[in-house]
C-alpha cells in the first residue's frame, strides 16, 4: 500500500508565496514521475506542473515563471513553491505520483487526497 500526503495550504493574499509538499509512503520499491494537479470549484483537474526522476520538469503555461516544482528521489518527496500568487490559482492542490512497489512488475498512479490553497485578499 504507497499513501501520498500533502501539506502547506493556507490562505494567502494575492502576489503572496506558498510552498506546498508531498510525501509519499509505504512499500515503494521506485516512483517515475511525479506531478501536481489542481481542481478549482466548478472547474476540471488539470496539471499544474510535473517532474520526472531525472529532474526534467514541465508546467501549464498559467505558473510558468512563478511556480518551481522539485523532489528528492531519496526521500520519496515533491514540493511546489508557488510564488506571485493570484486569486485564480485558488484550487485544491493533489499530488500524483507513478509508483513501483515491491512485489509488483508494472507501475501504477497513486493520488494524494489534497490541500486546499486559497488566494484572495
Known amino acids: 500500500q504507497v499513501q501520498l500526503v500533502e501539506s502547506g495550504g493556507d490562505l494567502v493574499q494575492p502576489g503572496g508565496s506558498l510552498r506546498l509538499s508531498c510525501a509519499a509512503s509505504?512499500?515503494?520499491?521506485?516512483?517515475?514521475?511525479m506531478a501536481w494537479y489542481r481542481q478549482g470549484s466548478g472547474k476540471q483537474r488539470e496539471l499544474v506542473a510535473g517532474?520526472?526522476?531525472?529532474?526534467?520538469?514541465r508546467y501549464a503555461d498559467s505558473v510558468k515563471g512563478r511556480f518551481t516544482i522539485s523532489r528528492d528521489n531519496a526521500k520519496n518527496t515533491m514540493s511546489l513553491q508557488m510564488n506571485s500568487l493570484k486569486p485564480e490559482d485558488t484550487a485544491i492542490y493533489y499530488c500524483?505520483?507513478?509508483?513501483?512497489?515491491?512485489?509488483?512488475?508494472?507501475?501504477?498512479?497513486?493520488w494524494g487526497q489534497g490541500t486546499l490553497v486559497t488566494v484572495s485578499s
Open positions: 500524483k505520483a507513478n509508483v513501483l512497489t515491491y512485489g509488483e512488475t508494472s507501475y501504477r498512479e497513486v
Open positions: 509505504g512499500s515503494i520499491f521506485s516512483i517515475n514521475t
Open positions: 517532474i520526472t526522476s531525472g529532474g526534467s520538469t
